[in-house]
């Protein structure tokens, strides 16, 4: 069965950082493009950062540039979302998403990904 565990969430004060991990389990994430998203309440689930199957192509929505940045750990399966000087607009459920083939000019289109991590909370505030 193939799927995507996450881990990492929290409550953190704004400015603090945290790190999201996204594991596979059952494929191996190397041949897989893997998209970090968000959905706050009330609006829809938005690309945050993307990365391709190559680790060549990565994309950041403009609100996160500068402060997140995704890499992948081929050994261990997983890939990371670090996430610094954290705000309060950053608060959502984030969510990690897989596939095998997506196109460079679609890397953070959610409705492109089939196969998504159980979503994890995180909260910025004092």
């Known amino acids: 069965q193939l799927q995507l565990v996450q881990s990492g969430g929290a409550l953190v004060q704004p400015g603090g950082s945290l790190r999201l991990s996204c594991a596979a389990s059952?494929?191996?994430?190397?041949?897989?493009?893997i998209g970090w998203f968000r959905q706050a309440p009330g609006k829809e689930r938005e690309g945050v950062s993307c990365i391709s199957s190559s680790g060549v192509s990565t994309k950041y929505a403009d609100s996160v540039k500068g402060r997140f940045t995704i890499s992948r750990d081929n050994a261990k399966n997983t890939v990371y979302l670090q996430m610094n000087s954290l705000k309060p607009e950053d608060t959502a459920v984030y969510y990690c998403?897989?596939?095998?083939?997506?196109?460079?000019?679609?890397?953070?289109?959610?409705?492109?990904?089939?196969?998504w991590g159980q979503g994890t909370q995180v909260t910025v505030s004092s």
């Open positions: 998403a897989a596939e095998p083939r997506i196109s460079p000019f679609r890397l953070c289109v959610p409705t492109d990904y089939d196969l």
């Open positions: 059952g494929f191996t994430l190397n041949y897989y493009a």
